[in-house]
């Protein structure tokens, strides 16, 4: 039985909340024991979205890649690199890896969350940007041109989030703590 200090020390040892983690890194168990926090699918990454975990992210966690859509999405590169993302293919020990007969675009990474208190298409303002900036057509404009995600067409790759200007520029709607839409993990469902 673990004392309040044990349970301390377990809650510091993992994250509380799950990571977006890049193609090939959706299996957790496997990411954590296999990543080697070498750093080489971060450097990689031609958009730069691939960063290290923090410790406030667990201490296991800390130094594997992790998704940051604050500025650019995820677009898996694998058009360029003969059909795998860069970062799993630069993985020396295969903590992100891919099924052979897995497309890159098919990967499910994260799932797209409009929080519709939070998003200026719902106070009517006529804002798209996270339908525009879609590469998957994952999202649909209903009569108001207010934005809603299709699941079964959202891969997470985070361009509606990296887009979404709802954060930013004065627009910040009280009590809002991310942007009106922002990708989660899939797994964390």
Known sequence: MLGL?????AEALTSTQPLIRPPGGQDEEHLIAGCIRCGKCMETCPRQVIVPAH??????AMRTPTLDFSSNYCDFCARDNGGSPLCVASCPVLALSLPPEAKAEQTIIGKAEIVNDWCLA????DCRFCFDACPYEAIELDEMNRPAILPHKCNGCGACESACVSFSNGSITSGASTRAVSIHPARAR
């Open 122 to 125: 719902y106070r009517l303002t």
């Open 5 to 9: 200090g044990g349970l301390r020390y």
């Open 55 to 60: 410790l406030e992210d667990g201490i296991v």
